[in-house]
């Protein structure tokens, strides 16, 4: 029997967690808040967990969900942060500091952390079912994570043995304290070091970037990388955790810290997932891993503002975690189209390629929806690009309802469609309409004419191609019911004789009549949802030519 690949993994986390015998299994994610809050970032640590967190609650399995936002992190201080700040060199200055305790370079929220979270963490309801806790490792060292620090620092010995087994050239000396404080006198926290334990709560340290001697407490600072891992799953009781790929090498980040937490915390590690990046396709066609500190990809802000989150959902779900995916927001017509056929084959209005096909695509879809499940009936589909093209040729304040019925009309909404289907237009109406504005180019976003201009535009179109255009106004005014389908033909019928670049040269002018310019939107499309009367109007002019 084929299964989902998350159903699969399901079954065996379902296996492995039962194991353990607990009454509430933890599932945690992290992030490190280094810049811009990508959309690559919901992939594994969010929508993976959050799908296998309900399948194992539809179990009868009691999941607590965390996301862990490493904000005690060093701030890196690379151009591509640097650029952030209206002056670069001044906020150089803040090269080592804890990410919690660099500015907001925007100055508009408390801090880097929460001016860059802005665009990720409120969105993240919209993605999910919401049932997630975010922590941050600055609350946390506050918190029963200092319990953590106190039990590396009587077990420091260990702890030094298992991690230089992974440091290779730069081991630890005998006398290593494991914790970073921040320096009183500049803010960082990357060259402090650890000289002696003051009492359990304190040590002393000194600065080598500015030479400052100091006490500190043991929570205002952070421990080594890999131990702070493992902290944060001794401190929240981890059971499963998905990471990225780079943590996945044999030998490596994750492989360490197991080792750290099996033989000297005599903790049982979560259950692991690695899952591969997320790609960022340019409109130019180039792609390159997303990334947050180096302010590569967009944001969950930025995908809302044009698309529905169940798409996205969708892409994750039906991408196995190690196999990689990219996406662009000027393609997102194509991800709605995508969405769509498996829709079709969801609700059996669409034959699948094969029974894997079916699988993948039909749980994928369902599994998309945030909150709840699919419609009973299968919604009405309105292409994407379609409804980018009606809210350009539409007042805004009537999309509600010129633009509901230029869809009847035309055959794109049924007399009495389902109230899901008109909901889900009229939510992307406004979502198509940014998304031409912003990411449609030269195709996608357009301003018709007035009459005027078009009478204008009309003059100066040559003599033989006033003719073509006479000709199609007339096969347009003979069409019976206005559709996209009827105004496709009247069209072709006039264009099917035609060398290419005679083609090129009709649109050309067709365009320059309508839209002002050489190319916009597809031509049926754009007419059939003008209306007959508002169409027709533009090519008055060539009657009779």
């Not at 100055?107 to 929460?114: I, S, T």
Request: glycine share 8%; proline share 6%.
């Amino acid at each position: 029997m084929v299964k989902h690949w998350i159903d699969e993994l399901a079954d065996s986390l379902y296996d492995a967690l039962t194991k353990r015998g607990k009454e509430v299994y933890v599932f945690n994610g992290g992030l490190s808040v280094s810049g811009l809050q990508h959309v690559g970032r919901l992939r594994g640590e969010i929508i993976i967990a959050e799908t296998l967190r309900r399948l194992l609650s539809e179990r009868g399995l009691r999941v607590k969900q965390y996301l862990t936002l490493y904000t005690q992190d060093a701030w890196k201080g690379k151009d591509s942060q640097l650029k952030q700040f209206q002056n670069p060199a001044e906020a150089s200055r803040y090269k080592g500091n804890p990410l919690i305790r660099v500015p907001d370079p925007k100055g508009c929220h408390g801090n880097w952390v929460e001016h860059y979270w802005s665009d990720f963490g409120p969105f993240i309801g919209e993605f999910t079912d919401g049932a997630i806790e975010v922590v941050t490792t600055t609350d946390m060292y506050k918190g029963r994570m200092r319990d953590f620090v106190k039990l590396t620092l009587g077990k420091r010995e260990e702890v030094r043995r298992v991690v230089n087994k992974y440091r290779g050239r730069k081991p630890y000396p005998e006398d290593w304290i494991p914790v970073e404080p921040v320096c009183e006198r500049c803010g960082r926290i990357d060259t402090t070091e650890a000289l002696r334990l003051v009492d359990e709560d304190h040590v002393e340290y000194v600065c080598e970037h500015c030479g400052y001697r100091g006490v500190a407490d043991i929570s205002d600072g952070k421990l080594m990388w890999r131990i702070e891992w493992v902290g944060v799953w001794w401190t929240l009781g981890v059971d499963f955790e998905p990471y990225g790929k780079d943590h996945a090498m044999p030998g490596g980040s994750r492989d360490s810290c197991v080792d750290l937490a099996v033989n000297v915390y005599g903790l049982k590690p979560p259950e692991g997932l690695p899952y591969e990046w997320v790609e960022w396709r340019r409109p130019d066609g180039q792609v390159a891993d997303m990334g947050s500190s180096d302010f590569i990809g967009f944001t969950p802000r930025d995908w809302l503002e044009v698309a529905h989150p169940h798409i996205y959902r969708f892409i994750v779900l039906k991408t196995p975690p190690m196999k990689k995916y990219s996406v662009g927001l000027h393609e997102v017509p194509q991800y709605y189209s995508q969405y769509y056929r498996a829709e079709r084959i969801y609700y059996g209005l669409e034959k699948p390629k094969d029974e894997e096909e079916e699988v993948l695509l039909k749980r994928s879809y369902e599994l998309s929806y945030p909150k709840g499940k699919p419609p009973r009936e299968p919604p009405e589909q309105v292409p994407y690009s379609h409804l980018a093209v009606l809210a350009q040729i539409i007042p805004r304040d009537k999309w509600g309802t010129e633009g509901l019925k230029r869809l009847r009309s035309v055959g794109l909404l049924p007399e009495e469609p389902t109230e899901y289907g008109v909901q889900r237009v009229l939510e992307t109406i406004p979502r198509a309409y940014t998304w031409a504005v912003k990411y449609g180019g030269e195709a996608g976003v357009f301003t018709l004419n007035t009459l005027e201009e078009a009478e204008k535009r009309a003059r100066e179109v040559p003599v033989e191609y006033r003719a073509l255009l006479g000709k199609l106004y007339e096969n347009l005014t003979a069409i019976g019911e206005w559709s996209e389908d009827s105004v496709k033909n009247a069209m072709t019928s006039v264009t099917g004789g035609m060398r290419r670049d005679m083609i090129g040269e009709f649109y050309r002018y067709f365009y320059m009549v309508y839209v002002g310019k050489p190319s916009g939107p597809r031509a049926a499309p754009l007419l059939a949802l003008m209306g007959r009367e508002q169409a027709l109007r533009y090519l008055e002019f060539f009657r009779n030519a």
